[in-house]
């Protein structure tokens, strides 16, 4: 069983039970706007993909999705490593709109990174997101993501500006 716990959050596996918080948290106009791919209409859509991420969590071939939940028990979002291909892995998380500017984000992916790093045997992790997204950058600089792309590229099947990233743990 997976669990990390910070000053102000817990970083679990998922439960059949989170379906309901899952699609709630996805419903924002946020992810509707930079990650449209994990927007979740039912609790039903939500349900199945809980069903597969819980199901990734005995390899390391992932996706290895996460639940955040604040220390209340509240489940406010995710934390995400994904595998692109080629050994290399995207950083990905998301917090619910309405947890949003408490920092949460951040302290998710710094107590993340180097636990998910060291389990799947990676020195490097990428994190992609559009060039507008000014949260998601934030949250990347202030975890010691690097910039080294900024401009148009496939983002989600589109030609979008985006910005990569590079953290090196």
């Known amino acids: 069983m997976f669990e990390l716990n910070t000053e102000r959050l817990t970083i679990t596996e998922f439960t059949p039970d989170m379906a309901q918080a899952v699609h709630e948290n996805s419903l924002d106009e ?22 597969f991420l819980m199901s990734q969590y005995g390899g390391c071939e992932g996706p290895l999705v996460y639940p955040v939940l604040r220390r209340d028990g509240e489940n406010i979002g995710y934390v995400q490593a994904v595998p692109l291909g080629d050994g290399v892995w995207e950083i990905g998380y998301h917090i619910g709109a309405r947890y949003t ?12 990174l180097p636990v998910i790093m060291e389990r799947i045997g990676i020195s490097e992790m990428a994190g992609v997101c559009l060039a507008e997204n000014i949260a998601s950058l934030k949250v990347m600089e202030k975890c010691g993501f690097i910039l080294k792309f900024k401009g148009i590229d496939d983002y989600q099947g589109e030609r979008r ?3 990569r990233y590079l953290y090196q743990g």
């Open 161 to 163: 500006e985006i910005c």
């Open 101 to 112: 500017g408490h920092g949460y984000a951040t302290e998710a992916v710094k107590a993340f």
């Open 30 to 51: 946020d992810t509707r706007r930079f990650v449209p791919d994990e927007v979740f209409e039912t609790v039903g859509d939500a349900a199945e993909t809980i069903d």
